[in-house]
């Protein structure tokens, strides 16, 4: 397969705090590529071209042009070859934080969950259409940046008090979970593994749990460029203002379970373990890699407003 890579560089926009971004689209059509970079263009996005030579994921030149924020894996490939790929590129992504968007045929809930293993952020159905490829690069850009600055804090700081035992916090604001999750993630054996689920829980505690933004609402809201906006204005409304997520850590001799407890209406926890891995759309996945790539166990009582997470130690 020859393999062409466009490389689009996107302006800041007003309502994702990311600063000039470079997103990497990997195809194998270049009349394709050639139209997807005049319709992002059209877009707001600056293009230029990167010249990558053969289809071989290990070709030395490759790790050049996979030095970028967004990376969109745009080919006629089967399952096992999406999933090859993946795995290569995760190997020589050393260093780098590249999220990757993977459009492809219909696949089975199975093989949505293999490809989220192998290193895809963003499942796409083909043929995908301009609309919805700009909203999942725009909250993928977003995305990204929260996960940036966790990551920087997790990879400059240790813990400067010692070995935590045990510990209650309470957040309101999605900075203060951001802030929490870091620091939780230092006193865990591998912070880099446990970081990004620690957020996601803390995170849906605030947004869907005490501010009560529901799935849907929040990708409408996301679309329109006004989720933080309306987090901020719900923050600040007698009904949710008071509102308090309670985070409890705690060390055991032989794992560390962390319980969040948000003061929300709940959900059907049951019927949305089960449900499929979302598809074209920007949320929904957070659940699914907390309990598949972060911790070993997760489990949700009461209403569905109790979560915890336990890792081994």
Same mark, same amino acid.
């Given at each position: 397969?020859?393999?062409?890579?466009?490389?689009? =560089? !996107?302006?800041?926009? $007003?309502? &994702?705090?990311? *600063? /000039?971004?470079?997103?990497?689209?990997?195809?194998?059509?270049? #009349?394709?590529?050639?139209?997807?970079?005049?319709?992002?263009?059209?877009?707001?996005?600056?293009?230029?071209?990167?010249?990558?030579?053969?289809?071989?994921?290990?070709?030395?030149?490759?790790?050049?042009?996979?030095?970028?924020?967004?990376?969109?894996?745009?080919?006629?490939?089967?399952?096992?070859?999406?999933?090859?790929?993946?795995?290569?590129?995760?190997?020589?992504?050393?260093?780098?934080?590249?999220?990757?968007?993977?459009?492809?045929?219909?696949?089975?809930?199975?093989?949505?969950?293999?490809?989220?293993?192998?290193?895809?952020?963003?499942?796409?159905?083909?043929?995908?259409? =301009? !609309?919805?490829?700009? $909203?999942? &690069?725009?909250? *993928? /850009?977003?995305?990204?940046?929260?996960?940036?600055?966790?990551? #920087?804090?997790?990879?400059?700081?240790?813990?400067?008090?010692?070995?935590?035992?045990?510990?209650?916090?309470?957040?309101?604001?999605?900075?203060?979970?951001?802030?929490?999750?870091?620091?939780?993630?230092?006193?865990?054996?591998?912070?880099?593994?446990?970081?990004?689920?620690?957020?996601?829980?803390?995170?849906?505690?605030?947004?869907?749990?005490?501010?009560?933004?529901?799935?849907?609402?929040?990708?409408?809201?996301?679309?329109?460029?006004?989720?933080?906006?309306?987090?901020?204005?719900?923050?600040?409304?007698?009904?949710?203002?008071?509102?308090?997520?309670?985070?409890?850590?705690?060390? !055991?001799?032989?794992?560390?379970?962390?319980?969040?407890?948000?003061?929300?209406?709940?959900?059907?926890?049951?019927?949305?373990?089960?449900?499929?891995?979302?598809?074209?759309?920007?949320?929904?996945?957070?659940?699914?890699?907390?309990?598949?790539?972060?911790?070993?166990?997760?489990?949700?009582?009461?209403?569905?407003?109790?979560?915890?997470?336990?890792?081994?130690?």
């Amino acid at each position: 397969m020859s393999v062409d890579t466009l490389c689009l =560089d !996107a302006p800041a926009d $007003r309502d &994702v705090a990311v *600063a /000039l971004s470079r997103v990497v689209i990997v195809g194998d059509d270049a #009349d394709d590529l050639a139209q997807s970079t005049e319709r992002l263009t059209e877009l707001g996005y600056r293009s230029r071209d990167i010249d990558l030579p053969g289809s071989n994921p290990d070709h030395e030149a490759s790790a050049r042009d996979l030095d970028c924020d967004i990376e969109v894996v745009r080919a006629a490939l089967d399952f096992g070859e999406i999933e090859d790929y993946l795995n290569a590129r995760r190997s020589q992504r050393t260093g780098t934080r590249a999220t990757i968007i993977v459009q492809t045929r219909h696949l089975t809930a199975a093989d949505r969950r293999k490809l989220i293993k192998s290193g895809a952020h963003y499942l796409l159905a083909m043929p995908v259409s =301009d !609309a919805i490829l700009h $909203r999942i &690069v725009r909250t *993928a /850009l977003a995305d990204a940046a929260t996960a940036d600055s966790i990551q #920087d804090f997790i990879s400059s700081h240790k813990s400067a008090i010692g070995r935590m035992v045990t510990g209650v916090f309470e957040i309101q604001t999605l900075d203060e979970a951001q802030k929490l999750s870091t620091m939780l993630a230092t006193h865990y054996p591998v912070p880099d593994l446990v970081v990004t689920g620690i957020w996601e829980l803390l995170s849906n505690a605030v947004e869907h749990g005490n501010l009560e933004i529901d799935f849907d609402e929040k990708m409408d809201l996301l679309e329109r460029g006004v989720f933080q906006y309306e987090i901020t204005r719900r923050l600040g409304t007698p009904k949710y203002a008071s509102r308090v997520a309670r985070v409890e850590f705690e060390r !055991a001799a032989d794992c560390i379970r962390l319980r969040v407890i948000d003061q929300g209406q709940g959900f059907d926890y049951e019927k949305f373990l089960a449900a499929d891995i979302p598809m074209n759309r920007p949320n929904g996945r957070g659940i699914f890699i907390a309990g598949k790539l972060c911790f070993e166990q997760l489990k949700y009582s009461g209403k569905g407003n109790i979560v915890e997470g336990v890792i081994s130690v």
